[in-house]
């Protein structure tokens, strides 16, 4: 009969050291998903610097890209007023 209840015994401390492991396992998994989250968000916070950094630099080659439209617009206006200037005085 000992053979028994030590059988018995094992199977409880077997069960009673699973939890614990399971406990402990819990306790791990949620401490990773917490420094997860942590470099996540740093991570989203870098990616953010970055796009606002790149939208700005973007920004500023489109309003250079327009000026530089405009000045050539108004270079080929006084191109052709010249132009026609130069024809009115070689007719005459």
Same mark, same amino acid.
């Given at each position: 009969? $000992?053979?028994?209840? %030590?059988? @018995? /015994? &094992? $199977?409880? /401390? ?10 402990? +396992? @819990?306790?791990?998994? !949620?401490?990773?998903?917490? &420094?997860?989250?942590? *470099? ?7 990616? !953010?610097?970055?796009?606002?950094? +790149?939208? *700005? #630099?973007?920004?500023?080659?489109? %309003?250079? #890209? ?8 108004? +270079? %080929? ?9 130069? %024809? @009115? +005085?070689? /007719?005459?």
């Amino acid at each position: 009969m $000992p053979k028994k209840s %030590k059988q @018995r /015994a &094992e $199977p409880k /401390a077997t069960l009673s050291s699973l939890a614990r492991g399971v406990s402990l +396992l @819990r306790s791990e998994v !949620r401490i990773s998903n917490q &420094e997860l989250q942590t *470099r996540l968000t740093q991570l989203q916070d870098e990616m !953010r610097t970055g796009f606002d950094q +790149l939208y *700005r #630099h973007i920004d500023g080659f489109v %309003k250079l #890209h327009e000026t530089l439209d405009i000045e050539m617009r108004v +270079l %080929k206006e006084q191109m052709n007023r010249l132009e026609e200037r130069v %024809k @009115r +005085l070689e /007719a005459s």
